[in-house]
């Protein structure tokens, strides 16, 4: 069954995504972080959250991951969580063949696993 954007919310996906990048972080995790960690740990914490995304590559979601994520999948899964497989899908085929894929969503690490990733975090 295909996953389509095509609900009223995901036009408001399709602006989000068009917006810079810097733009796409949203303050509710570190307010959140922020009500549960306090002085030293929140310092702790945060510097580990740079760390870790000081060692990422972040990829920028063009249409050909909007069209694919679109496109039929072997599950049925959210808008969103179909842009976050399709971006997988592209930079595996980009040569990174030996890309993990991570989530805590099962029908997600259904699809993706049904796609040929090994997944973890189920």
Do not use: C, Y
């Not at 996906?13 to 068009?18: D, G, I, M, T």
């Not at 972080?33 to 914490?45: N, P, Q």
């Not at 760390?51 to 979601?61: C, F, K, N, R, S």
């Not at 969503?105 to 997944?119: H, K, N, P, S």
Request: glycine content about 6%.
């Amino acid at each position: 069954m295909a996953q389509r954007l095509n609900r009223p919310s995901d036009g408001i996906v399709r602006s989000f995504l068009k917006s810079p990048a810097s733009k796409w972080r949203a303050p509710w995790p570190r307010v959140e972080s922020e009500r549960k960690l306090t002085g030293d740990r929140l310092a702790t914490a945060l510097r580990g959250l740079a760390e870790l995304e000081a060692t990422l590559q972040w990829v920028p979601i063009t249409e050909s991951i909007i069209l694919l994520a679109s496109g039929p999948l072997p599950t049925v899964i959210k808008a969103l969580d179909a842009i976050h497989l399709a971006t997988a899908i592209a930079v595996r085929d980009a040569g990174a063949s030996d890309l993990v894929f991570a989530t805590h969503d099962r029908r997600q690490a259904t699809a993706a696993a049904a796609m040929g990733f090994e997944v973890v975090g189920v």
